[in-house]
């Protein structure tokens, strides 16, 4: 394999920000935010709106995710004048 032509593996957090669950794995995605962790463990974090701890799927409840205004720009963009 080519030298230097990878992007660099390693461990992150990922944050749910709806439900505030955070779980470490592996990832090539970077971010300057870090967390230090219940193991004294600094780790960047990446944040993220849904995950197993908020999905409707997993969860078992239907939770309705509004970011940023998507659904009133939506509704303010469609309807009938």
Do not use: C
């Not at 032509?5 to 990832?27: A, G, L, N, W």
């Amino acid at each position: 394999m080519k030298k230097d032509i990878h992007p660099e593996y390693r461990e992150v957090v990922f944050q749910d920000t709806t439900s505030d669950f955070k779980f470490i794995t592996r990832s090539t995605m970077t971010s300057s935010e870090t967390i230090t962790m219940e193991d004294g463990k600094t780790y960047p974090v990446i944040k993220v709106e849904v995950s197993s701890q908020s999905h409707p799927f997993y969860t078992g409840k239907n939770v309705l995710l509004d970011t940023a205004g998507r659904v009133e720009k939506f509704m303010n963009r469609y309807k009938k004048k």
